[in-house]
T-cell receptor, first 110, second 115 residues
Framework: QKEVEQNSGPLSVPEGAIASLNCTYS??????FFWYRQYSGKSPELIMS????GDKEDGRFTAQLNKASQYVSLLIRDSQPSDSATYLC??????????FGTGTRLQVFP | ETGVTQTPRHLVMGMTNKKSLKCEQH?????MYWYKQSAKKPLELMFV???????ENNSVPSRFSPECPNSSHLFLHLHTLQPEDSALYLC??????????????FGSGTRLTVV
């Protein structure tokens, strides 16, 4: 079983719609969770972090965490073509190591 | 200069060459990492340095040799690489222990091609 699982996509949404990206993880003691955005050929950049159950909002982005279901998601409201990228879910359990998923490719079409 | 800086951005090397990748962070972090990213594969953790000591080595072939002379600098020495080693090599840094809000900060990466 993979430690962090994401649907590879592509997830295609029209401009202005809500994009919903999902991630599940296997380690129940995981403490904090991160969403990174990676444009093609570029390095990952941090968008959101979350460590408490519930929702955390930052502008057009909302991260949702459900530790009982071992599930974390990222919602992007009013999606723009510039949001088209690969979104990486990362999970921190202990020490300094983050475990990354394979990423979900998002395509926002005009 | 701020953030995490990696050099060179692009590198083409023959299988018999020796080269080094350099990473420098100006964030006051004390943990640094090397990741390999191949097409359609997840990020593969190669090495972890925490407080300048190597704390993880994920069964990486000996043709990759890391060096961390201080908490701001990290090197990856390469020798006798294979074509399958062609990939994007990413350096990252973080606080130790990892900050729940900030996670890792990545450098811009080195695109390595082995010919």
């Amino acid at each position: 079983q993979k430690e962090v699982e994401q649907n590879s996509g592509p997830l295609s949404v029209p401009e202005g719609a809500i994009a919903s990206l999902n991630c599940t993880y296997s380690d129940r003691v995981s403490q904090s969770f991160f969403w990174y955005r990676q444009y093609s050929g570029k390095s990952p950049e941090l968008i959101m972090s979350i460590y408490s159950n519930g929702d955390k909002e930052d502008g057009r982005f909302t991260a949702q965490l459900n530790k009982a279901s071992q599930y974390v998601s990222l919602l992007i409201r009013d999606s723009q073509p510039s949001d088209s990228a690969t979104y990486l879910c990362a999970v921190h359990s202990s020490g300094d190591k983050l475990i990354f998923g394979t990423g979900t490719r998002l395509q926002v079409f005009p | 200069e701020t953030g995490v800086t990696q050099t060179p951005r692009h590198l083409v090397m023959g299988m018999t060459n020796k080269k080094s990748l350099k990473c420098e962070q100006h964030l006051g972090h004390n943990a640094m990492y090397w990741y390999k990213q191949s097409a359609k594969k997840p990020l593969e953790l190669m090495f972890v340095y925490s407080l300048e000591e190597r704390v993880e080595n994920n069964s990486v072939p000996s043709r990759f040799s890391p060096e961390c002379p201080n908490s701001s600098h990290l090197f990856l020495h390469l020798h006798t690489l294979q074509p399958e080693d062609s990939a994007l090599y990413l350096c990252a840094s973080s606080a130790h222990p990892v900050d729940f809000n900030y996670g890792y900060t990545f450098g811009s990466g080195t695109r390595l091609t082995v010919v």
